[in-house]
């Protein structure tokens, strides 16, 4: 499902992030990708789901190069990962119910769907009596188990946890583990980014772990439940068009109807903006939502500019909030 081939991260400064990394992770695995403090870990994260380009080498998801994915299919590939970070991410403006439906509401599904699936992840994540509490009512470990429900709205194959438990107590962080086995034992690809030895050490004849230290695999253990991973042989570089080199999973990232004009509401934004976005392939505003911290760096906004976007971004959730409570 998952392959690292030989692959290097340099930032400015040569300071080596990842060095010559080679992993497969199957599918159905539970995995541990381990280390100390600035080993690479949050690196693996950011390459998977494309926040950041490998030096040398490549990755990829299935049959999907990752590093080759045009930026207007970034969104539909992220859809197919599950991410969960450290600090939560979840929207403070929403209720737990309308965090989980939001995601939802972006995936286009319909009204009967979306409740449904909400009130299946509330019941998976045991938080079915938290559904109508904001972000800052609940605990940390229930916000952290929210933000999980969310991940799962898209119905990925592959989750990515990153350090889920780590602002967590020892009885709140074996929760998380209960659930993402739960999560695992139910045919979802489990990555764990994490420096929790306690939760490692509890899974140790379970799930698996890639060890890193100073941006290297230093070991990798295999689970009783998977076969040897072994590593895997050079990719030749591919030559041909990147839609030929990533085969027919590209046709599954891809739009079904091709944007060729911009939504009318980006539209009206400042000359600026709305060249940047033409420039990125950015027609809409779901594409908007889709993208991170490091692809809006990659625009580089005028200081007017994000403060342009950030205000019509507030103005399109909390008219989709709206919406969202006058259909409930």
Do not use: W
């Not at 392939?281 to 991170?292: E, K, N, V």
Request: aromatic share 6%; proline share 3%.
């Amino acid at each position: 499902m998952v392959r690292f081939d030989t692959v290097t991260k340099k930032y400015d400064g040569n300071i080596v992030a990842l060095e010559d990394v080679n992993f497969d992770i199957k599918q159905g695995e539970f995995c541990f990708i381990t280390g100390p403090s600035g080993a690479g870990k949050s690196t693996i994260v950011k390459l998977l789901i494309q926040d950041e380009l490998p030096t040398s080498g490549s990755i990829f998801y299935e049959d999907i190069e990752v590093p080759k994915i045009p930026h207007k299919m970034l969104p539909s590939y992220r859809q197919k990962l599950g991410v969960v970070f450290q600090d939560m991410k979840l929207l403070n403006t929403r209720t737990l119910t309308e965090n989980i439906a939001f995601a939802l509401e972006i995936l286009q599904k319909k009204e009967q769907e979306i409740k449904n699936t909400t009130d299946y992840l509330l019941e998976l994540v045991g938080l079915e009596d938290r559904r109508n509490l904001y972000p800052d009512q609940l605990s940390g470990g229930e916000q952290q188990r929210g933000a999980i429900a969310r991940a799962l709205a898209s119905n990925p194959s592959l989750l990515l946890a990153d350090e889920p438990t780590g602002n967590l107590d020892e009885e709140n962080a074996y929760m998380i583990l209960d659930i993402l086995k739960k999560i695992n034992d139910s045919g979802t690809t489990i990555m764990v980014i994490t420096h929790d030895n306690i939760l490692v050490k509890a899974e140790k004849n379970n799930a698996r772990e890639i060890h890193l230290d100073e941006g290297k695999v230093v070991s990798d253990t295999k689970s009783s439940k998977t076969k040897e991973v072994n590593k895997p042989e050079k990719i030749e570089e591919k030559k041909e068009p990147i839609n030929e080199a990533m085969g027919d999973q590209i046709e599954d990232i891809q739009p079904k109807e091709e944007k060729s004009k911009m939504e009318t509401e980006l539209t009206k934004l400042s000359k600026g903006l709305v060249e940047k976005f033409e420039k990125n392939a950015i027609y809409s505003t779901d594409l908007l939502l889709g993208l991170t911290q490091g692809d809006l760096k990659n625009l580089k906004l005028k200081k007017k500019e994000v403060k342009e976007l950030r205000k019509y971004i507030k103005n399109y959730l909390s008219n989709k909030s709206n919406d969202i409570k006058k259909k409930s």
